[in-house]
């Protein structure tokens, strides 16, 4: 038998138009202690997302009147929200992935899923959200990650960060300029229930378009068969 939640209830907010896939993610949300709001579209979870206080979304990626990645980005850029979202999909492409990571996914479960491993990536989220919040401000080089406000910028000039890429970036620049290894990296973001292979490499990419690319030196760095290195 699972256990239930510890600690004060957290709340959980489902986007999802498939009603029966709705009703058993909501029936088993409740039933583990969680309290759960619900919305049947995108408009009405735009509006729940931005304007209500939650713990954590699950979304999905097709709904009616707004889809899940205009939604997510739309959480991310005009709410300023930096709530976890885990993102339902049935499409499995690695381009799929990484457009839903880049619209501010946390993470993302293929349909069809086991409700557990929602619950545990749910869990995890959490957890890391919760341990996320450190005083002290990181630099390497030019770069600098402030825990406080979630403040990234090089060279003075701010950069956007998704949830998951901020983490990464931290867990790099406090080793810095150790190599953190895959594992490692993945076991520090989903903890014991990682998402595919193709998971760290998306969020890698994306956090390389933002601290890199548009500067003339890369700072993150591949070591081939044992991880990354952040350094100058």
């Known amino acids: 038998m699972l256990a239930t939640p510890s600690g ?21 949300l409740e039933r583990r202690g969680y ?13 729940l997302g931005s304007n209500q206080e939650v713990d954590a979304i699950v979304l999905d990626l097709m709904l009616p009147g707004l889809d ?13 929200s930096d709530v976890p979202i885990l993102m339902l999909t049935a499409r499995d492409t ?17 349909k069809p899923f086991e409700i557990e491993e929602l619950e545990a990536r749910l869990r995890a989220l959490l957890r890391r959200r919760k341990g996320l919040i450190a005083p002290q401000i990181l630099q390497v080089g030019d770069l600098i990650l402030d ?3 979630l403040r990234v ?9 998704t949830p998951i890429g901020f983490k990464i970036l931290s867990l790099l620049m406090r080793a810095s300029p150790r190599v953190v290894g895959r594992r490692e990296i993945e076991s520090e973001i989903w903890g014991d229930f990682p998402p595919d292979s193709d998971a760290l490499r998306s969020h890698l990419y994306i956090l390389r378009q933002a601290v890199d690319r548009p500067f003339a030196r890369p ?14």
């Open 153 to 161: 910028e090089r060279a003075g000039v701010v950069i956007p960060i």
């Open 35 to 47: 309290r759960v709001d619900y919305a049947a579209n995108g408009i009405t979870g735009l509006n």
């Open 219 to 232: 700072l993150i760095h591949t070591r081939p068969g044992t991880g990354y290195r952040l350094s100058e």
């Open 68 to 80: 899940g990645l205009d939604l997510c980005r739309r959480l991310r850029e005009d709410a300023r």
């Open 147 to 149: 825990p406080a406000t």
């Open 94 to 110: 690695l381009e799929d992935k990484i457009a839903g990571l880049d619209a501010g996914a946390d993470d993302y479960l293929i």
């Open 8 to 28: 004060s209830r957290e709340t959980v907010l489902v986007i999802e138009d498939n009603r029966d896939i709705a009703e058993m993610v909501c029936a088993f």
